[in-house]
């Protein structure tokens, strides 16, 4: 099943910027005047910073698509902090329901639920596994995301 289209499009458009970033550097490289003391140009540290940049575009791509998948999610979390996945897909258009369908049949979903149904998690330990810091980082940015939400409506 495709995700659903306008989750495609945008991670399609937000990891489209990686070709960007690609294309000037190589714009970046053809310009440069290697001099005779080799003190301006540094392929190593671009090379770097250039892989550095692309692995945060990708990463914000992902937890952008991530977000819009499981946007209002913790409205469906039951008492025991199990997630009710009925209620989710009641909540998304009949065109993405195969799609959430094989979502919640796979290891990562099944871990998603586990993690945060352990008492690491429920409790907000900081000492709690990268597991846990994970989970509640990604509840943060929903968080920011639904109070933007709201300021625009």
Not at 22 to 36: D, L, N
Request: net charge positive; glycine share 2%; aromatic share 12%.
């Amino acid at each position: 099943p495709k995700m659903p289209q306008a989750i495609r499009k945008r991670l399609i458009r937000d990891l489209g910027q990686l070709s960007g970033l690609f294309e000037a550097s190589k714009s970046r490289k053809s310009s440069m005047r290697v001099s005779s003391s080799f003190s301006s140009f540094h392929p190593i540290s671009e090379s770097r910073d250039l892989e550095q940049e692309a692995d945060k575009v990708a990463r914000l791509a992902f937890l952008k698509a991530n977000l819009k998948i499981m946007w209002n999610y913790q409205k469906h979390c039951k008492p025991d902090n199990n997630i009710d996945t009925d209620a989710i897909l009641k909540a998304q258009p009949q065109a993405a329901h195969k799609f959430y369908e094989s979502l919640f049949e796979t290891q990562m979903f099944s871990n998603f639920c586990d993690w945060r149904a352990c008492p690491d998690f429920i409790e907000a330990r900081f000492g709690a596994s990268k597991r846990c810091l994970t989970l509640i980082f990604f509840d943060y940015c929903m968080s920011l995301c639904q109070d933007q939400y709201k300021q625009v409506q």
